[in-house]
């Protein structure tokens, strides 16, 4: 007797279901493309696409990078842009990655666009012993005037990338670039966790619009 029966295959995972159960680090060069892009076109579909994309990207400098990408064809105003934005944002987001801090202010041209920021916005910098900054991260966000911090906050990626030190660092959204008592405080706090921990807590910098204030510039770290 002849069997009539099929199997039903399930369609394979597409790039955004893997990425979802996998991790943004999952796709390739190519497939990170095809989640930027989100579709193809008529006449390419999005593999292809990405693939043109990808070539035109590793084919020459950022200074052109729209108009190189608007000449593939399907690609207009939209797409480029969406292309050469994200590019820039991570350029930007990784453009301190092992640079080398020799003194505490160098920080600042890595932190000052949180001085746009409406709310306070508490950062901190973590090095490693040759004073190479291994990361940057927002640890906390408060309202128009303070933002509330503890130190297990502060420290609990710093210890776990193994940093030598760390830089923290707040915009005043309003106001003069100058600390207040409760400022004080916490970076006394700061101070006291980071010798338990053997970390060197190397300054504390408050950014606004106009400039910045460094506590170990104006050595209110001695208390510590």
Not at 27 to 52: F, H, Q, R
């Given at each position: 007797?002849?069997?009539?029966?099929?199997?039903?295959?399930?369609?394979?995972?597409?790039?955004r279901e893997l990425t979802?159960?996998?991790?943004?680090?999952?796709?390739?060069?190519?497939?990170?493309?095809?989640?930027?892009?989100?579709?193809?076109?008529?006449?390419?579909?999005?593999?292809?696409?990405?693939?043109?994309?990808?070539?035109?990207?590793?084919?020459?400098?950022?200074?052109?990078?729209?108009?190189?990408?608007?000449?593939?064809?399907?690609?207009?105003?939209?797409?480029?842009?969406?292309?050469?934005?994200?590019?820039?944002?991570?350029?930007?987001?990784?453009?301190?990655?092992?640079?080398?801090?020799?003194?505490?202010?160098?920080?600042?041209?890595?932190?000052?666009?949180?001085?746009?920021?409406?709310?306070?916005h508490f950062v901190?910098?973590?090095?490693?012993?040759?004073?190479?900054?291994l990361n940057i991260r927002v640890v906390s966000i408060g309202t128009v005037s303070r933002t509330l911090i503890h130190p297990r906050e502060i420290f609990a990626d710093p210890v776990a990338e193994h940093a030598s030190g760390i830089i923290c660092c707040h915009n005043h959204p309003f106001g003069p670039c100058l600390p207040s008592n409760a400022d004080k405080e916490s970076t006394e706090a700061l101070l006291k966790a980071a010798k338990v921990l053997g970390i060197s807590f190397l300054d504390h910098i408050i950014i606004n619009k106009a400039g910045y204030f460094s506590f170990l510039e104006h050595g209110l770290l001695e208390f510590a």
């Open positions: 007797m002849k069997n009539n029966s099929f199997k039903i295959t399930k369609p394979k995972p597409d790039i979802l159960n996998n991790g943004i680090s999952y796709p390739s060069d190519e497939e990170l493309l095809m989640l930027i892009l989100n579709k193809g076109t008529k006449k390419l579909p999005i593999e292809k696409l990405a693939e043109k994309v990808l070539s035109v990207i590793d084919g020459g400098s950022k200074d052109n990078l729209v108009a190189r990408l608007k000449s593939i064809e399907g690609v207009g105003d939209t797409k480029a842009l969406t292309v050469a934005a994200a590019l820039e944002l991570g350029r930007r987001r990784n453009s301190y990655l092992q640079a080398v801090i020799e003194k505490p202010s160098d920080i600042v041209p890595y932190v000052k666009h949180f001085a746009m920021e409406q709310t306070e901190c910098a973590s090095l490693n012993g040759a004073r190479e900054l």
